[in-house]
């Protein structure tokens, strides 16, 4: 089984609730990225409070922490809907004390791999996590090229933990799916192919 998570990568709050509306009844979790212009060049909304006071529309959120010092802030942002958060094996210092962490709240963890970060940086730690997220861009802008060498890590993953959820975030398409789920990925996350399309709902069934 395939999931699909739209991606919402925004810069005001008005925009991340047009997302919201534009999907909600089509999906039941969505992606949000969350950016501090530090671990990442580009920004976006860095406001749990205001995301937390947006209309959800009983929507779940995955969300994509590409910060420095995450073990700071997930108290910060484990609202109501959160069902879960990634935070980037290159900002983790202590993977076990971030997995402690997260358990404490009820969170549950993803742990991204930027393009060029190995599999192998996170095989320790597959039994304790929610699933890994592979980047197959790097990180910090939409519409960007899909990297497929994030495929062999894929494979990879998928030989290690075969029940393992894997998501990709980054250059998934209509043209990059079929490679996608062959390597076995099972989480697509898309932001441009599905928010330019001309028909959103075609683009997400497709």
Known sequence: MITVWPAILEHDLQ???????????LVEEVHLDIMDGDFVPNTTVNDPAGISRLDWKGLKVSLHLMIKHPELQVRNW???NVSSMVVHREVVNNMDSL?????????????????????????PYLDQLAFVMIMGVEPGF?????????????????????TLPIAVDGGVSLKTKAALV????TILCANSYLFKADNLIEAYHE
């Open 15 to 25: 925009s991340i609730q047009q997302r919201i509306n534009a999907v909600a009844g």
């Open 78 to 80: 484990a609202l109501s």
């Open 99 to 123: 997995i402690q962490l997260l358990h404490g709240i009820n969170v549950p963890l993803g742990i991204a791999l930027n393009p060029h970060t190995p599999s192998y940086e996170v095989t």
């Open 142 to 162: 939409a519409a960007q090229g899909f990297n497929s060498d994030v495929l062999e890590k894929i494979r990879y993953l998928r030989e290690q933990k075969p």
């Open 182 to 185: 062959e390597a076995g990925a």
